[in-house]
Nanobody, 121 residues
Framework: QVQLVESGGGLVQAGGSLRLTCVASGRIFSVNDMGWYRQAPGKQRELVAVITSAGSTKYVDSVKGRFTISRDNAKNTVFLQMNSLKPEDTADYYC???????????????WGQGTQVTVSS
């Protein structure tokens, strides 16, 4: 019914930039918070950034000032602009969204399949 598809990952040198995109598609009635998580090898998945439908944002301390989350509500799309990348940013990045499927009164949490970001030193 609903699919979240990420794109934009890849290999970049330290100090470089990448822009991740996540498009939510399907029978979507409305979308609340959208966010990005990441999981490095051997580590737990952590929240990187989240944005509400009104545009309020929150970031994990390690990316503040370097990453910017934004969204296009009309297209159910969320972006993550990552600047000044560091090797410790290397991880699989996952899109997450709280949304309401058409025909349902409940909001549910959905995940994308992930996109790999590798930052070389």
């Amino acid at each position: 019914q609903v699919q979240l598809v990420e794109s934009g990952g890849g290999l970049v040198q330290a100090g470089g930039s990448l822009r991740l995109t996540c498009v939510a598609s399907g029978r979507i009635f409305s979308v609340n918070d959208m966010g990005w998580y990441r999981q490095a090898p051997g580590k737990q998945r952590e929240l990187v950034a989240v944005i509400t439908s009104a545009g309020s944002t929150k970031y994990v301390d390690s990316v503040k000032g370097r990453f910017t989350i934004s969204r296009d509500n009309a297209k159910n799309t969320v972006f993550l602009q990552m600047n000044s990348l560091k090797p410790e940013d290397t991880a699989d990045y996952y899109c997450n969204a709280d949304l309401r499927v058409t025909g349902s009164f409940l909001f549910r949490n959905f995940w994308g399949q992930g996109t790999q970001v590798t930052v070389s030193s």
